[in-house]
C-alpha cells in the first residue's frame, strides 16, 4: 500500500489558488444574487394598537395605521394572513406625560414558522401623549332652521335624549360643556314629526358613549290669527215681550278673537252678543252683562261693552188685530230693541 504524499497534496492544493478562491467567492455571490432574485415584497396597511393600562388614554393624535412591509419567498409571504401580523406600541405602566415608543410586531397563526421573513414598518417609532382617563355628562343643543307649511309655526321641541355621556382624556373633556347636533331642516311638515341627527363632535379624543345620534321632536301647530269686528248688535233675549218693552242705550258692540286663519274667514259674529233679561220683572233700569258667545274653535280676546243698562217699559196693550191671534212683532220671547 503506497503511503500518501501529504505535501504534494498540499502544494496540488495550493496550485493556484487565487483563481480558486475568486471562484469561491463568485459562486457565494451567485447564490446570494439568486437568493435575493426570488424573494418577494408584499405591503399593507394594518391597524397599530395601543396597550396601555386602562386608568390611561391617548390625549394627543397619533397615526392609528401603519405601512407594513413583509419580504421572504413568494410561496411564503402571500398566503400570510393581515390579521395575522400585529403592530403595537407597548406603554403599559407608563403614567402621564410624553413617550417615543418603537413599534413592534406580534405574529400569530399564519405569520408564524415562515422562514426567512423579514418584516419592516413605517413609522418604526410613534410620540404618543397619555393622560388620565375621564368621563363626563354634557347637554345636548341644536339649531332649527327653515319654515314649516305655510301656515303653521314650530310650538315646542326635545331632544331625546337630552344629554351625551364622553370619555376620553381628562384635560380635553374638560374643556367641553355641551355638544350640537346637526342643524335641522324643518321642511314641509303640517304636523308633529320627529328626525334622527348626528351629533357633532369636533373632538377625537372624546368618544361618545351610546351612539352618536339623537332623536329631534318637534311640536307643530297651526298659526292662531286675530280679527276685530264692529258693530256686532246685541240682542236682548228671555224677555217677556207681552209685558214689556226694553230700550238698551248701548245697541252694538265691538269684538275680538283669535283662531285658524280659515275659521275667522267663515266667522260672522253677528249672533255673538246677548242679554239676559229673565229676571226683569218690573218697569225700571238695569244693568246687565253681555254675554259674548263664539263656536269652540275660536276664542274671544277682548269684548266693549261688558255691561249695559236695559230700561224696561210696560208694554202697550195689543190693537184689535193682535187681539184677533196676530203675533206682534219681537215674539218667542225676544224683544225688538228700539
Not at 57 to 76: C, F, H, K, M, W
Not at 215 to 228: A, D, M, P, R, Y
Not at 234 to 239: A, D, V
Request: charged share 20%; glycine share 8%; aromatic share 6%.
Amino acid at each position: 500500500m503506497k503511503t500518501l504524499d501529504y505535501r504534494k497534496m498540499l502544494l496540488k492544493i495550493a496550485e493556484n489558488w487565487t483563481a480558486k478562491v475568486i471562484s469561491v467567492v463568485l459562486a457565494i455571490l451567485l447564490f446570494a444574487f439568486h437568493k435575493a432574485s426570488s424573494m418577494e415584497e408584499r405591503f399593507f396597511s394594518a391597524p397599530l394598537r395601543l396597550e396601555i393600562d386602562g386608568s390611561y388614554t391617548p390625549s394627543s393624535p397619533y397615526d392609528q395605521t401603519i405601512r407594513v412591509g413583509l419580504r421572504g419567498e413568494a410561496n411564503s409571504v402571500y398566503p400570510i394572513l393581515e390579521d395575522d401580523i400585529i403592530a403595537y406600541i407597548d406603554l403599559k405602566g407608563k403614567t402621564k406625560g410624553t413617550y417615543h415608543a418603537p413599534v413592534q410586531i406580534r405574529k400569530k397563526g399564519t405569520a408564524l414558522g415562515v422562514e426567512p421573513l423579514e418584516i419592516k414598518v413605517e413609522p418604526g417609532e410613534i410620540s404618543l401623549t397619555i393622560d388620565h382617563k375621564a368621563s363626563k355628562t354634557v347637554p345636548l343643543k341644536t339649531n332649527v332652521r327653515g319654515s314649516l307649511r305655510n301656515g303653521y309655526h314650530l310650538a315646542d321641541w326635545s331632544l331625546s335624549p337630552e344629554q351625551a355621556v364622553i370619555d376620553g382624556p381628562a384635560d380635553v373633556i374638560a374643556n367641553i360643556s355641551e355638544l350640537f347636533t346637526e342643524d335641522v331642516e324643518l321642511g314641509d311638515h303640517d304636523s308633529d314629526f320627529s328626525v334622527v341627527v348626528n351629533i357633532l363632535n369636533h373632538e377625537p379624543l372624546a368618544i361618545l358613549r351610546g351612539g352618536a345620534t339623537v332623536e329631534f321632536k318637534g311640536v307643530v301647530q297651526e298659526i292662531l290669527s286675530q280679527k276685530t269686528y264692529e258693530n256686532i248688535p246685541i240682542t236682548l233675549k228671555n224677555l217677556d215681550s207681552t209685558r214689556w218693552t226694553a230700550i238698551l242705550n248701548i245697541e252694538n258692540g265691538s269684538l275680538s278673537v283669535e283662531g285658524r286663519q280659515r275659521d275667522l274667514d267663515r266667522y260672522m259674529a253677528l249672533d255673538a252678543f246677548s242679554v239676559d233679561c229673565a229676571g226683569i220683572q218690573e218697569a225700571g233700569s238695569f244693568s246687565l252683562p253681555v254675554d259674548v258667545n263664539v263656536p269652540v274653535y275660536l276664542s274671544a280676546t277682548a269684548s266693549a261693552p261688558q255691561m249695559v243698562i236695559v230700561t224696561a217699559q210696560v208694554a202697550a196693550p195689543p190693537a184689535t188685530g193682535e187681539a184677533a191671534g196676530e203675533q206682534p212683532s219681537g215674539g218667542d220671547g225676544e224683544a225688538v230693541v228700539r
